[in-house]
């Protein structure tokens, strides 16, 4: 089983496990995206993808090769790299308690791309809304007048769990 340790939005680093009663091994990395297969080579059981596409799902497998060339072991997962984040985030107030809220799409958008949009209370810190939408562009109705809020708002990958890093909007109502 291959192990993810960090993901970037370019860069995956993963590994998995090393046996331990074999001495001259080297791992053949292989991975692929929907549009391009690759591979590299190396002598540990950990390794870091560059040049990745962002919010992308890349399968991984990984073979041990032995002495003599002998393949033995194989590893295999699959996971996706964080999309980049929204660009310009703006408010427009369309009432005393609602908010339009619009943004750009982030750099290397897809169209399997969602958003997730959260709303705080600014103090204390509370979560009174998390929603998802496929538009650059929400409506957050129910707002407390002069109460003040942060919007914040993530891209989301195809498997809608790999998110971007946060873009927030600081305001009151």
Known sequence: KITFNATGTTNV????????????VTYEVNYWNTSSTFT??????????????????????????????SN?????GSVF????P??????SFSSADSISLFWTKPDGYQSTYSYRVQTNITSPSTLISNIKVTNETATIPNLTP?????????TTAADNV?????VSLPTFT
């Open 81 to 84: 790299t964080k999309p980049m």
């Open 146 to 154: 002069g109460e003040t809020y942060s919007f914040t708002v993530f």
């Open 13 to 24: 680093t993963l590994s998995w496990d090393e046996p331990t009663n074999e001495t001259d």
């Open 40 to 69: 590299v080579q190396t002598k540990k059981a950990v390794v870091t993808l560059q040049n990745l596409k962002s919010g992308t799902k890349y399968s991984v497998d990984a073979v041990r090769v032995g002495a003599g060339g």
């Open 86 to 91: 929204v660009k310009s985030l703006w408010g």
């Open 72 to 76: 033995n072991g194989h590893f295999v």
């Open 162 to 166: 790999t998110k971007s890093d946060p």
